[in-house]
């Protein structure tokens, strides 16, 4: 499974941008995914995770109420609506994959097979 991150940019605090994460691959529809961020300095946290089936979703407590993940599976995508945005949000935003069927989605990174290879969200006070 191949992944790529696309939709970072530069935006302003209290605005809103959505990442995307699309896999290619023989497996990739088959896939439970999460998003992960890391800021200069810091390590790399979990943000929010999405079970194959849509049935399972967890955010990490700082974005809850202001992300939301989703996924189509008929474009083996996943998104990342991110509103309300925080100078704190800035950071590299990866997507990782593994995979899974069912209502499985997963808060570790060590739980992830595959990885993007990130994109740049910078927000501005």
């Known amino acids: 499974v191949q992944l790529q991150a696309s939709g970072g940019g530069l935006v302003q605090a209290g605005g809103s941008l959505t990442i995307s994460c699309a896999a290619s691959?023989?497996?990739?529809?088959?896939?439970?995914t999460g998003w992960f961020r890391q800021a200069p300095g810091k390590e790399r946290e979990f943000v929010a995770a999405?079970?194959?089936?849509?049935?399972?979703?967890y955010y990490a407590d700082v974005v809850k109420g202001r992300f939301t993940i989703s996924r189509d599976n008929n474009k083996n995508s996943v998104y990342l609506q991110m509103n309300s945005l925080k100078p704190e949000d800035t950071a590299v935003y990866y997507c990782?994959?593994?995979?899974?069927?069912?209502?499985?989605?997963?808060?570790?990174?060590?739980?992830?097979?595959?990885w993007g290879q990130g994109t740049q969200v910078t927000v501005s006070s």
């Open positions: 691959g023989r497996t990739a529809s088959r896939c439970a």
């Open positions: 999405i079970s194959w089936s849509r049935g399972t979703i």
């Open positions: 990782a994959a593994v995979e899974t069927f069912g209502s499985y989605a997963y808060r570790t990174e060590n739980d992830y097979d595959y």
